[in-house]
C-alpha cells in the first residue's frame, strides 16, 4: 500500500520479475517502496525477499525466529528484526505487526495506520483469535483469507493428512469462517474487504464471493488473484494495491 511519495509492502511470495511487471501494468513505481515486511516463512510468502530487497533497496522486517527457519535462498544482504507485538514507523506509516495462529515458526499479520486510517492483511490464520478480532476491528479496508470452500477441500485431491492441516486451528480460514470473523469483529468503519490467498485447489472466487453475498450492502467485497493484480482502491488521499 502506498501514497504518492512512498509505499510499503507485506509478503514477497512472488519473483521480482512478476512484481515489477504487475506494478507497471498499474502505474505503480517501485522505488516508492520503503520496505517489506513477512509474515512468516512459507514460501509463498518469501521467496521473492531476496532479490526484491538486495536490487532495489527495500529494507527487509521480520521476525528473528522467521529469518533463521527461512530457507537460506530467500535471505536478504541485510535485515531488520521485529518482534509481534512490536509497532514499527515507516515514513508515514505506522506499521502494527501482531501474532497469529498458523503452522509457522513465528507468524504474523500486520495492520498498517496511515493518516488515521488502518489498512489489515491477515492471511494464513488458522483461527480468528481475540489478536485477529481485535486489530480487524480497526480495520476500513483488510485483505482477509478465504482460503478454502469447506466441501471442495473434503471432496479435493488433498491427502488425508493436509486436509487436516488445512482445516485445523493453525492451517486456514475457510470462506465460512472468513464471512463469521467479518460478522463478529467488522466494525462500522471496515468498508471494503479483499478476498485472499484464495485456493487454487480447494476453492473458486465465485463460491467465495457467494459466501459473502449477504454482506455486499453493507462491504464493498472484492477478490483477488494470485495471477493478476488486485484493483487499486483509494482511502482518503492514500492509494492502496494489494497482492
Ligand atoms: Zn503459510
Ligand atoms: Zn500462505
Same mark, same amino acid.
Given at each position: 500500500m502506498g501514497t504518492e511519495k512512498e509505499a510499503v509492502?507485506? @509478503?514477497?511470495?512472488i519473483s521480482r520479475r512478476q512484481v515489477m511487471k504487475r506494478m507497471k501494468e498499474m502505474k505503480l513505481d517501485i522505488s516508492k517502496v520503503k520496505a517489506v515486511f513477512i509474515s512468516h516463512e512459507h514460501s509463498d510468502h518469501i521467496k521473492g525477499l531476496r532479490v526484491l530487497a538486495d536490487l532495489h533497496r527495500i529494507e527487509a522486517y521480520l521476525t528473528n525466529d522467521t529469518l533463521h527457519k527461512a530457507h537460506r535462498n530467500y535471505h536478504p544482504n541485510s535485515a531488520h528484526v521485529f518482534e509481534a507485538g512490536d509497532i514499527i514507523q515507516i515514513g508515514a506509516f505506522k506499521v502494527h505487526s501482531f501474532a497469529k495462529q498458523?503452522?509457522?515458526?513465528?507468524? &504474523? /499479520?500486520?495492520?498498517?495506520?496511515?493518516?488515521?486510517?488502518?489498512?489489515?492483511?491477515?492471511?494464513?490464520?488458522?483461527?480468528? &483469535? @481475540?489478536?485477529?478480532?481485535?486489530?480487524?476491528?480497526? &480495520?476500513d479496508i483488510v485483505f482477509l483469507e478465504s482460503n478454502y470452500d469447506e466441501r471442495m477441500l473434503d471432496e479435493g485431491p488433498y491427502p488425508y493428512y493436509l486436509k487436516e492441516r488445512v482445516k485445523s486451528g493453525k492451517g486456514h480460514? /475457510?470462506?465460512?469462517?472468513?464471512?463469521?470473523?467479518?460478522?463478529?469483529?467488522? &466494525? @462500522?468503519?471496515?468498508?471494503?474487504?479483499?478476498?485472499?490467498?484464495? /485456493?487454487? @485447489?480447494?476453492?473458486?472466487?465465485?463460491?467465495?464471493?457467494?459466501?459473502?453475498?449477504?454482506?455486499?450492502?453493507?462491504?464493498?467485497?472484492?477478490?483477488?488473484?494470485?495471477?493478476?493484480?488486485?484493483?487499486?482502491?483509494?482511502?482518503?488521499?492514500?492509494?492502496?494495491?494489494?497482492?
Open positions: 509492502l507485506v @509478503d514477497a511470495g498458523h503452522d509457522a515458526i513465528d507468524p &504474523c /499479520s500486520f495492520r498498517i495506520e496511515i493518516e488515521g486510517h488502518n489498512i489489515g492483511v491477515m492471511t494464513d490464520i488458522g483461527e480468528a &483469535c @481475540d489478536h485477529v478480532k481485535a486489530h480487524l476491528a480497526a &480495520c480460514l /475457510s470462506n465460512r469462517q472468513a464471512v463469521e470473523l467479518v460478522e463478529t469483529a467488522g &466494525c @462500522d468503519k471496515l468498508k471494503i474487504i479483499f478476498l485472499s490467498h484464495i /485456493s487454487a @485447489d480447494n476453492n473458486r472466487v465465485e463460491i467465495a464471493m457467494n459466501e459473502f453475498e449477504h454482506l455486499q450492502k453493507q462491504y464493498q467485497i472484492l477478490p483477488t488473484s494470485r495471477y493478476t493484480p488486485s484493483e487499486i482502491v483509494q482511502i482518503g488521499t492514500e492509494q492502496l494495491i494489494l497482492n
